[in-house]
């Protein structure tokens, strides 16, 4: 018998493709690209939000709008409590990133013993900060309190001057917390922004605006005189318990018919 082995059977290359070299690989289809949806021009989305952002409204309907807010609550008050012009800027400072309800609670011992600038640093930090230790950023503040304490002993008497841009040099006074004591104590008509009034401010709209300070101007030029006195705690308490942030209750609201919101909520 042959030792002698049958030959093994080649395999036969695959064609090459119609243009390719013989022996060399053979080319894949390129994949197609997917379709994707083409961008919004960033023009458009312009015009878009600028066609939903209504305009401010007239001054006949600014003052139907205080009109009814006054007629809803005519001598509207803050929720803060205080005995005098200094505890009402001691209450303003320490509300910052707190609610009027903790102030309260956190005041409602410190007053009694700290009603004065002098009587504040006699309690001295460490004493106000077991008074206010319930609330956000407590010893930041206790320090500032302190520091604007002393200045008004040392620089006006221990008196609370009736100026917003001296109130405004005072440390933990910004010119919220500053308009708010003038506007309250002194009855200067100032409107102070929070961001209750400034979100009022631009969905009625009163007017169109960017910054809090911005909102303060626009509203202090465009407000009757009539009603600027107590605008600040209308606007804001209207912020607060109606035209509330994420769900604005429009159906119970005095000037719904007023507002040009364009995303009004049903009940």
């Known amino acids: 018998m042959s030792d002698l082995k049958p030959a093994r059977r080649r395999d036969s290359k695959p064609k090459a493709?119609?243009?390719?070299?013989p022996g060399s690989e053979p080319r894949s289809k390129p994949r197609a690209k997917p379709r994707t949806k083409p961008a919004v021009p960033a023009k458009a989305v312009g015009r878009v939000l600028k066609a939903r952002t209504p305009k401010p409204v007239d001054r006949a309907t600014m003052v139907e709008i205080f009109r009814r807010l006054h007629a809803a609550n005519p001598e509207p008050r803050g929720e803060l409590?205080?005995?005098?012009?200094?505890?009402?800027?001691?209450?303003?400072?320490?509300?910052?990133?707190?609610?009027?309800?903790?102030?309260?609670k956190a005041t409602k011992a410190l007053f009694p013993v700290a009603d004065t600038p002098q009587r504040m640093l006699d309690l001295g930090e460490e004493g106000l900060r077991?008074?206010?230790?319930?609330?956000?950023?407590?010893?930041?503040?206790?320090?500032?309190?302190?520091?604007?304490?002393r200045r008004l002993v040392e620089?006006?008497?221990?008196?609370?001057?009736?100026?917003?841009?001296?109130?405004e040099t005072l440390p933990g006074v910004g010119r919220k917390t500053a308009s708010v004591v003038v506007n309250i104590a002194f009855g200067d008509p100032r409107v102070a922004v929070d961001t209750h009034i400034f979100r009022v401010t631009n969905r009625l709209p009163l007017a169109i605006t960017r910054t809090p300070l911005e909102t303060q101007e626009a509203l202090e030029a465009l407000i009757p005189d009539e009603f600027r006195l107590h605008a600040h705690h209308w606007l804001i308490l209207h912020g607060r318990y109606i035209c509330k942030a994420r769900r604005p209750e429009c159906w119970r609201c005095p000037v719904n018919d007023l507002c040009r919101y364009p995303d009004k909520t049903i009940p």
């Open 17 to 21: 493709e119609s243009g390719a070299e």
């Open 81 to 104: 409590d205080y005995t005098n012009p200094y505890t009402l800027l001691v209450a303003v400072a320490l509300s910052a990133q707190a609610t009027d309800v903790g102030v309260n």
């Open 130 to 149: 077991e008074h206010i230790r319930t609330l956000n950023f407590f010893n930041t503040k206790a320090k500032n309190v302190i520091a604007a304490a």
């Open 155 to 167: 620089e006006f008497g221990g008196e609370v001057p009736n100026s917003v841009e001296i109130l």
